[in-house]
């Protein structure tokens, strides 16, 4: 089994959008199907680290890289770069802004998470378990059952 990789993308919206299609694909490929909790917090991530390379990490004429590797038998290392090394990441601490909350969605759904500089640019990257939760009576969020609904759809009122 191929347990790594690598492709390089457009620097745009369209691409970002093809990182996170590569990212379900490889993962149902790896027995990960494409419903899976596991399948949609990679998505989760590349969505988030590919839309920064697209948009803060960006010069023209470069693109960007998708790496997804295997680390070992329960985690998958996903690894963004871009060409760019001279604007630092930061999370926005304004509640009132429009945008900027990704790497706080990527702290949260990754069990490690940083960024390695390079000869040109720099590489964000994080790592996820591929172990589904194990299901309880009560979850997290209050729900019983095995799982909690689809993040797609809203929670049952109360």
């Known amino acids: ?17 093809l990182a996170r299609r590569l990212t379900a694909h490889q993962l149902d490929t790896w027995g990960h199907p494409y419903d899976s909790e596991v399948n949609h917090t990679a998505q989760q991530v590349v969505a988030e680290l590919a839309a920064n390379a ?40 304004d509640p009132d802004a429009a945008n900027g909350r990704g790497l706080i969605l ?3 759904l990754a069990q490690a998470w940083g ?25 997290a969020r209050g729900f019983g059952g095995t799982s909690p609904p689809c993040p797609r759809t809203p929670a049952p009122a109360d």
């Not at 347990?3 to 369209?14: N, Y």
């Open 1 to 17: 089994m191929n347990t790594e990789i690598s492709t390089r993308l457009s620097a745009t919206p369209r691409g970002a959008r």
């Open 54 to 93: 697209v948009t803060h990490g960006r010069v023209p004429g470069r693109d960007f890289e998708l790496r997804l590797r295997l680390t070992s038998e329960d985690t998958v290392r996903i690894e963004v770069s871009d060409a760019r090394h001279d604007r630092r990441l930061r999370y926005v601490t």
């Open 106 to 108: 990527v702290s949260l």
């Open 115 to 139: 960024v390695t500089e390079r000869t040109v640019g720099k590489t964000v990257w994080a790592e996820i378990p591929l172990k589904e939760p194990r299901p309880s009576a009560v979850n």
